[in-house]
């Protein structure tokens, strides 16, 4: 319950400051918006060193941080803050969850992707691109309609274009992210 409330009462803050007048924004600069990056970026994994992880470390919610958290240490030229996604990387062994079809277990496939980019290591994705590779070779003729679990079969709704198809960020991209067009 309380996890819920700082969520909704963050959402609100945010929503809020995204609704400043445009004058207060103005007064937001790059070097600001940076300071403000590295502080949340550095709050984010002390807080996890003090608390521990609420949800493992391929769920899609840690996903959507090592997104925000790449980004910064992109920007920041922060190999520190990239040895620490590799690191993370390495306790997930390359792997996603263990939903197979499930577009949400695929979500921390985009840091893997991101740090295949760097490195070139062709184990970083190895695991990842298998699997993909394997649900481009299903027949994916079943209709998208929200019913019957189809978000466990088929990346039927909108958080999969998020959550799913990070691969194409590789080269080759593999079979899945082709057939993620050919639909009807």
Known sequence: MRNTRKTWCLAGITGAAMALPARTQERLSHDSLFVYMKKVNDWQFKNLERKGWTW???DWTNGALYAGA????????????????????????????????????????????????????????????????????????????????????????????????????TSPPPRAILLTWKRP
């Not at 792997?95 to 970083?124: H, I, K, S, W």
């Not at 394997?134 to 466990?152: A, F, R, T, V, Y």
């Open 56 to 58: 493992s470390k391929w």
């Open 70 to 169: 790449y980004a910064y240490a992109e920007i920041a030229n922060d190999p520190a803050n990239i040895e620490r996604l590799v690191r993370i990387s390495e306790d997930n062994g390359w792997n996603t969850g263990p939903r197979r079809l499930f577009a949400d277990d695929y979500c921390v496939g985009q840091l893997y992707a991101q740090l295949y980019r760097v490195y070139g290591d062709e184990p970083m994705i190895r695991r990842w691109r298998s699997l993909a590779d394997s649900i481009g070779k299903l027949p994916h003729d079943e209709p998208l309609d929200w019913k019957n679990h189809i978000h466990m079969r088929e990346w039927a709704w909108c958080d999969a274009l998020f959550m799913g198809p990070r691969l194409w960020r």
